[in-house]
């Protein structure tokens, strides 16, 4: 069964979020540290009035494609001040449908 990381960057007063750098620069960054693992990506950007800024989904085969990625994670975690000031919150999944 497939399994999933989503990052979701809260959108509220005083946030600011940078996609031209998100998905120019740390996109490049999640492909080279974790895309050996992945089995695909998908980065919904929120509408004006929606409560996140963007979410993105990473798809693994299975916990131990997702684990191994994640224990590369700290340059991609490291990037998140160069284009948002929104915390992000994380969830670990699985794809049902």
């Known amino acids: 069964m497939s399994v999933t990381v989503q ?3 809260p959108r509220a007063e005083g ?11 740390h996109f490049a960054l999640v ?3 974790f895309g050996p693992h992945m089995e695909g990506t998908m980065v919904t950007r929120g509408a004006e009035d929606a409560p996140f800024h963007a979410i993105a989904t990473l798809i693994f085969a299975d ?4 684990s191994a990625a994640l224990a590369n994670s ?4 490291g990037d998140i001040p160069n ?4 915390p992000a919150q994380i969830q670990l999944g699985e794809v049902i449908g």
């Open 7 to 9: 990052v979701a960057y």
């Open 83 to 86: 284009f948002t000031n929104s």
């Open 31 to 33: 492909g080279e540290h």
């Open 63 to 66: 916990d131990a494609a997702r």
């Open 74 to 77: 700290a340059p991609v975690v």
């Open 15 to 25: 946030t600011t979020f940078d996609f031209d750098y998100y998905l120019g620069q």
